[in-house]
């Protein structure tokens, strides 16, 4: 059992981690916090470093690496930012999805315009009445002449009305059936007439932000429609393994920026004469708190391994998720306390990190959405 | 132009002082859980000669590190920013000082070679010794320049920028040289793009022992210098903070401050 | 032999540094029981004021060496030094010093120390103390081959008393080898400025700074106001926001201020090591963990954007 990074991973790994150090400074970072700016030129130099080709296949102008190998480049990202993050993620999710999904051309179209960073993507999932009951969602897609009509409304969609954005837009293209067999998967620009974004105002990922999507008479033509008239559920499932494995991954590169803060302010706030760390109180914390890091670590990376290993790996992923999402929400929450009023500060950072790990056990599967799944493969189905 | 840069791979000298530990036994700072990283003036020596093989057509860069195995990292790291070629010569003993260095990286350079210009860093951030350049110009009987920061070509001359106390220098140089690179603005090393990461362990690499340069013993006889004590000295530190309930308060607390310890006011 | 030679250079004057160097020359000399021995490369003129100091001043003063060059300035030194037979060489901490040293000792079969801070005799050995690990320790360094050639931080050291009768002033010519290197232009930065080396109020900026804008407005007007020269760590200077003359630090100026006022700068060792002989040390960082709260007398936790347009005022009302 190989628990090390080969020599390239470690170099991947480092290379990303002075990427971020040069374009990311805990200042800037500050700043873009404070206007709700995404920074495009740091999405660029991931674009330039060609991070984003890392798991696409290289007939379509990516470098055919591996989950493992972008789950390497998520934590590292992540132990900067969890919010800007989230641009990667979706550019890779959603861009696999239409590999797996898309037609050949729709490939040979979409594929280099995001690895060029000419675009990003964003997906567009939920609704007003339609969160883990995905199914209840009400957007619909009816055709006109060659393509559809689009109308609806979406929300809680990351990264929807930033610039150059397509959107990843799941829609019923046939509402008397069961929703597995009655939703499509479109690809719609975000400035495209009848789309309107609107920036919502939520507790973390401001940079990135959430927004609003209404479609009013939207139209979209036949070519957007990815994977086939009534293919949409299959589309979505597609690509969950890899969405939760890198949100594990985003998970724990969240919580280890929130313990070596946390470690480092142990080692320098001194109350009674002597830095708190020294206390037994706040030394058994963060020790806690690291071992789970470790523990959720280990937990994902034999999920990937056996991913990588073509295994059935459903069940693993499943928990990997559940867990990291949990313990990042977790270690938030002991890092504000570590840090006393300090974490409370707007003028710390500690805030900052605290309200962006808040939404991992309810973004992509709910803890208790997770639950259920992994009973389910366990033989339990519940209610 | 056949080039050379010797990188030295370090403990990450970011460690922050409070974790920093020496074994005052060994004499050398212990490693902990830092990382090795590769020197920082040899990462500029190294962009230095990337940005020089771009004017030069047809140049070759190859690098070179007399280290333990895990200095074989460093040298990857070179070989996905584009160097064409590694060399790695084993390092037994630990913390060779200065002039021991300058022979083995001579006689893997001889070897090797020849080279029009070899490139070492300045000093390295650890032992910080400054001297490797130029001990090793001495051993191949080539001159030697310091501080470089900007290199041009000037017919089948060097045109060098050299940082000075004052300024700058430039200078007119013939090959073959060695030159101690120092940081500037446009030297800070480029990141290596993904996809030579990937590329990079397939390179070869070549792996010297020190019997391949035909050196039993490179230590000069008696020694060169040793390290007789290594010691962390104690400091006392009491950083008084300004006081105020407003920032203006506080300012005001700042500006006596300041006034009283330059004295000019 | 137990003569301790000097070297310096006409062009760097005889300045605070030089009259350092030569004072620890003396004292070696006498700890050792010989000669102390100048060897001044260049224009004789300052020689004169050193021959108080010294028991002999070698000038090398051929029209050749009238500027400074590498490679001709090495082989004159290396061709006196072989000549005297010295028990050590000491040389500055200056660029010309620094380039020179270790190539010297190569060609004298002897051991080279660069940035020395002080020189320890024992018996026969020579002990030289230095810097490491970016400032974090300090190591003694016991020299094995004999001369010990060394640069020393000099500007600190206490000059030597004139002696009774001054050394007597020679001249020679050298034999000089064809030059494979030549400077063929220097540039000064700021000429008519002091040197940071010197100054009494140093204003430094760091990566806090965030460019390079602030540099020539407000931390400028800051350090006009105070009579301060203006200084930068190494990331300002790596950033392009300011000239690579401004940077202080393990690689950079060593400088002994009164006051060093460091806005935006983080603290490492490595800049650190450069301001360790400052008297007092003030710090305006938005970072409460910066390091550099740890070597300061003085601090606020503040952006120093809010910070110096209103001290600026509060200075200016004070200096009335």
């Not at chain 1, 930012?81 to 050949?104: K, P």
């Not at chain 1, 997770?370 to 189905?381: D, E, P, S, T």
């Not at chain 2, 009491?238 to 105020?244: I, Q, R, S």
């Not at chain 3, 090398?60 to 300035?73: F, G, K, N, T, V």
């Amino acid at each position: 059992m190989d628990f090390t990074f080969t020599p390239e991973q470690r170099l991947l790994r480092d290379s990303v981690r002075e990427l971020m150090k040069r374009h990311a400074s805990p200042e800037y970072l500050r700043q873009l916090e404070q206007d709700q700016k995404f920074p495009y030129d740091l999405y660029s130099a991931w674009v330039e470093a060609g991070l984003l080709g890392l798991s696409f296949p290289e007939e379509y102008g990516g470098l055919g690496g591996t989950v493992l190998d972008v789950m390497i480049v998520t934590e590292e990202i992540s132990k900067i930012s969890t919010d800007l993050v989230m641009s990667y993620s979706a550019a890779i999710f959603c861009g696999l999805n239409i590999v797996r999904n898309g037609s050949e051309e729709q490939k040979r179209y979409w594929i280099p315009k995001l690895l060029d960073g000419e675009i990003m993507l964003a997906i567009c999932m939920s609704e007003p009445d339609a969160g883990s009951d995905v199914g209840a969602m009400r957007t619909a897609a009816v055709r006109q002449g060659d393509g559809w009509l689009i109308n609806g409304q979406k929300l809680w969609t990351s990264g929807a009305g930033l610039k150059n954005t397509v959107l990843c837009v799941y829609a019923k293209t046939n509402p008397a059936v069961h929703y597995r067999e009655g939703v499509s998967f479109f690809l719609i620009d975000n400035d495209t007439p009848g789309v309107q974004c609107r920036k919502l105002e939520m507790l973390g990922r401001r940079c990135f932000g959430t927004y609003e999507v209404f479609f009013r008479d939207a139209i979209v033509p036949a070519e957007r429609l990815v994977g086939g008239e009534n293919h949409g559920w299959q589309c979505m499932l597609s690509g969950l393994d890899v969405e939760r494995l890198v949100g594990a991954a985003m998970n724990i590169g969240g919580a280890q920026a929130i313990v070596d803060m946390a470690l480092e302010y142990s080692k320098e706030r001194v109350q009674f004469g002597r830095p708190i760390g020294t206390f037994q109180s706040i030394a058994h914390m963060i020790a806690d708190m690291q071992t789970e890091i470790e523990a959720g670590r280990a937990l994902m990376w034999r999920a990937a391994a056996m991913m990588a290993n073509n295994e059935n790996a459903l069940k693993e992923i499943n928990m990997a998720k559940l867990y990291t999402s949990e313990l990042y929400a977790k270690v938030a929450n002991q890092g504000v306390q570590i840090m006393g009023a300090y974490g409370l500060s707007a003028e710390y950072d500690m805030q900052r990190l605290f309200r962006n790990a808040r939404s991992a056990t309810i973004e992509a599967g709910t803890s208790q959405t997770q639950r259920n799944l992994i009973a389910g493969l366990m033989g339990l189905k519940c209610r | 132009m056949n080039i050379l840069v010797c990188i030295k791979q370090i403990i990450d000298p970011e460690v922050p002082v409070r974790d920093f530990r020496i074994d005052e036994a060994k004499r050398q700072a212990e490693r902990g859980s830092a990382k090795l990283v590769s020197n920082i003036f040899c990462e500029n020596a190294l962009e230095t000669a990337l940005q020089l093989r771009e004017l030069s057509r047809g140049s070759k860069i190859v690098t070179l590190s007399y280290g333990p195995p895990s200095a074989e990292e460093s040298l990857r790291k070179a070989i996905a920013m584009k160097a064409d070629g590694a060399a790695l010569v084993n390092q037994e003993a630990e913390n060779p000082d200065p002039l021991t260095v300058a022979r083995v990286l001579a006689a893997a350079a001889r070897k090797l070679g020849p080279f029009d210009v070899v490139m070492v860093g300045r000093e390295a951030g650890d032992w910080g010794a400054g001297q490797t350049g130029s001990l090793l110009a001495e051993e191949l009987g080539m001159p030697c320049v310091s501080f470089v920061d900007r290199i041009e070509l000037d017919g089948s001359k060097l045109k060098i920028r050299r940082q000075t106390d004052w300024g700058w220098e430039f200078l007119q140089c013939e090959t073959p040289i060695v030159l101690t690179i120092t940081n500037d603005e446009h030297n800070v090393p480029r990141i290596p793009k993904v996809r030579d990461v990937m590329m990079s362990g397939r390179q070869p690499l070549t792996k010297l022992a020190l019997g391949d340069l035909g050196l039993n013993n490179p230590v000069a006889e008696g020694g060169y210098y040793d390290v007789a004590k290594l010691f962390i000295p104690q400091k006392e530190s009491k950083c008084e903070f300004v006081v105020g309930d407003t920032p203006e308060q506080r300012v005001e607390s700042l500006a006596r401050g300041l006034a009283k310890l330059s004295g000019a006011l | 032999m137990n003569d301790i030679v000097v070297c310096l250079f006409s062009v760097c004057g005889f300045e605070k540094a030089a009259k350092g160097l030569v004072g620890e020359g003396r004292r070696l000399a006498a700890r050792c029981g010989g000669a102390l021995r100048v060897i001044l490369v260049g224009d004789g003129a300052i020689a004169s004021e050193i021959a108080p100091l010294a028991d002999s001043v070698i000038v090398a003063d051929q029209a050749e060496l009238s500027e400074y060059q590498p490679e001709s300035y090495l082989a004159a030194l290396t061709e006196l030094c072989k000549i005297q037979k010295p028990k050590a060489v000491l040389l500055g901490s200056d660029t010309y010093s620094l380039e020179a040293v270790a190539r010297l000792a190569h060609r004298l079969g002897g051991s080279a120390v660069c940035d020395g801070s002080a020189v320890r005799l024992d018996g026969e050995k020579i002990f030289v103390t230095r810097q490491v690990y970016g400032g974090k320790a300090q190591a003694e360094i016991e020299l094995k081959r004999s001369p010990a050639v060394v640069s020393l931080r000099s500007r600190s050291l206490a000059p030597a008393s004139p002696q009774d009768a001054p050394g007597e002033v020679r001249h020679v010519v050298c034999t000089l080898p064809p030059m494979r290197t030549r400077i063929i232009e220097r540039k000064v930065d700021d000429p008519g400025n002091v040197r940071l080396e010197d100054a009494r109020v140093i204003v430094a900026g760091g990566r806090g700074i965030g460019g390079a804008e602030p540099f020539s407005t407000e931390l400028r007007q800051l350090a006009d106001i105070l009579g301060a020269q203006m200084a930068a760590s190494r990331a300002a200077c790596d950033a392009g926001w300011v000239p690579a003359t401004w940077q202080v630090g393990q690689t950079g100026k060593k400088v002994a201020p009164e006051l060093y006022i460091a806005i935006g700068v983080s603290g490492a060792s490595q800049h650190m090591t450069g301001v360790s002989e400052a008297k007092n040390i003030v710090a305006i960082n938005s970072d409460p963990e910066a390091p550099i709260f740890k070597y300061c007398s003085l601090g606020m936790v503040a952006d120093y954007r809010e910070v110096i347009p209103l001290l600026r005022s509060k200075l200016g009302l004070l200096h009335k």
